[in-house]
């Protein structure tokens, strides 16, 4: 069973940046993040495979959000930058799954993340 550790989490103004780190406790295949804002539906933000060239991302973050990983650590990275009030909502780290780009720019679940994170609060005042 692999655990998965979130960290860097906060509140910033619109335009300013923050790094998410998602730790885990073993091997993982594909790592990324969700995100849940309140009365919303989870979206699906950014992923990576094993290399740092394969990755994926919604629409609504591409250009303005990063995501790494550095497999020595078992951890991946999310640089969030020019951050939006939009932004605002809880992320979600996972493991072992699959999206693929959807229409209208989302990320469309094709197979169920096996491990998550508890989870970060973003927020982001305009």
């Known amino acids: 069973q692999v655990q998965l550790v979130e960290s860097g989490g906060g509140s910033v103004q619109a335009g300013g940046s923050l790094r998410l780190s998602c730790a885990a406790s073993g091997y993982t295949y594909s790592m990324g993040w969700f995100r849940q804002a309140p009365g919303k539906e989870r979206e699906g933000v950014a992923f990576?495979?094993?290399?740092?060239?394969?990755?994926v991302y919604a629409n609504s973050v591409k250009g303005r959000f990063t995501i790494s990983r550095d497999n020595v650590k078992n951890t991946v990275y999310l640089q969030m930058n020019n951050l939006k009030p939009e932004d605002t909502a809880m992320f979600y780290c996972?493991?072992?799954?699959?999206?693929?780009?959807?229409?209208?720019?989302?990320?469309?679940?094709?197979?169920?993340?096996?491990?998550w994170g508890q989870g970060t609060q973003v927020t982001v005042s305009s």
């Open positions: 996972a493991a072992d799954g699959l999206v693929v780009p959807g229409p209208g720019g989302r990320l469309d679940l094709i197979h169920d993340f096996t491990y």
């Open positions: 990576i495979g094993r290399s740092n060239d394969a990755t």
